[in-house]
């Protein structure tokens, strides 16, 4: 099969101002400078035998994530120039999840919070640079053959540690880690396509999971993190190599549940050692020892990718889901619901990103419980839609119930916390009572599932974080519905196309540790996404004239009026 790729990187010009970044939470995480250029990184694959519109278009960003709102804006740009060319199914956009990007470029309501509020100039950097660089990938496409290797990262590499070990030692289908062996309680595999003319390697995508968090909330700098060090480092040692214009991406797998920052006896104080210029410095380390992982792999024998390129894509109602019995434990009524997040949540992770202290938390759940056992009584208003919606949430102590849009039970803009208290609580009010978050989501409920192949590779392109396990069971589900042929390989790259939150086992939901928290349709959330993507694996499955599914349904459009309330408002000083 014969291919030809182009690929291209565009930076993603935006001032840093003072508005917050994204990712931390943290109101005083603003961006006064650039470290180090965020880039736009893609590439578009087209198989010879196949027209244009066959074509595979990859663009991964240095941001925490990616929105609807941005894939709006690029596959409209893409249709300007392209017409029915596009076929967007087989556009994915991705991100490294640095926490030191830009934030504000979302319609939703809730992630928009910190920066403060929507910001436009953002959200036209994002999507032009996404633009230019799919487009400048296009226009250099060449003959080129692709390669794919795995291996695992060796053990002593000291790149990545799960940070949840008490939800994962929860699976029954691990081998039960102790805290000093969480480097072990993970998915040390990386997976690594090449792109290789005339006999040398002129550019690669890394995937690999380990949070893009060696850098702190007490940071001024937008900067790509590990993620993006690794991309640069890659990109230097191509070109030493004579690559003439070398794009490496290292973008993301199964991060939910895994950090960059040792986790062990001794972590805290370790990770306080670990201060500014330190941290910098650390973040280029995790990233050198990625990148030289994949060198490492590069003097192997690869797999050659052959085979047609194809791709389907649905969206789907995560908030109102069936969950099939076979993913629920035999249960034949588990259900999804609207979305929820913990106190867990707000609780933080203590190593990459603490939050509100632990006495508030304990205030927090207290007083979750009374309103779940108010709400539950058989006399409460609406007690049968309460009943279901505690059923899916499970052990959750709801602090923020964002599809009914409110905090304990009471409204956003009448909770009885005075602004001066929390900057994130007075923003929530002050947008509640004007009136701009009347109709529009508090998170995306409606998310884009998507399935590519690539030859004999097949990607399963997920939206939000996957844990270890979760996205391990997912890849398996997708693997066994596709009935993969020997030398067939499906592979999970997350982040993709939209973020919502966590996805967590059912048996690490239970533990309700921030992953668990953030999980944000309740127990079922993972048994829901293998129950759509099985169904999207069947329709990838059939010929082409021959697929039925969902093509139809798509989130809902936030009202320009409302989007106009919470756009443009000064950063904070």
Known sequence: MDYRVGWAKQEIDIEPCGYAMHGFGQPGHRATAVRNPLFARSFVITDEAQDESGSLLYCCLDLGYITHAMRQGVVAGLREQLGEDLDESRLVLTCTHTHSGPGGCAHEGLYNLVTPGFVPAHLEAVVEAALSSLLAALQSRQPTLIEYRQKPVPDPVPVAWNRSLKAYN?????????????????????????????????????LFGVHATCLGSQLSSHDGDNKGYAALHAESSLKALGAENPVAIFAQGTAGDVSPHYHGPGDRKRRRKLRGEAEYAYARQNGQQQSEHAFAMLDETGQPVTGELDGVLTYADMSDQTVAAEFAGGRQDARTSSPCHGVGFFLGTPIDGPGMPAP???????LARSERRKKLKPEAAQHSEYRKLYDSQGPKDILLNAGRKTVLGYTLGQIPLPDLADPLVAELKRQAKLGALTQSPMVPTVLPLQILRLGNLRLVCAPGEFTTVAGRRLVSTVAKSLSLNDGETCLINTYC??????VTTYEEYQEQAYEGGHTVYGQWTLGAFQTCFVSLAEALKAPRALRRYDTHTMPVTVPDSELALRSGLPPRS
């Open 170 to 206: 929860r699976n029954p289908d691990v081998a039960p880690k102790t805290p000093d062996k969480t480097h072990l309680a993970l998915d040390r595999t990386m997976h690594l396509i090449s792109f290789h003319r005339a006999g040398k390697v002129e550019a690669l995508l890394s």
């Open 360 to 366: 508030l938390g304990f205030a927090a759940r207290q």
């Open 497 to 502: 196309n939209d973020y919502m939150g966590y």
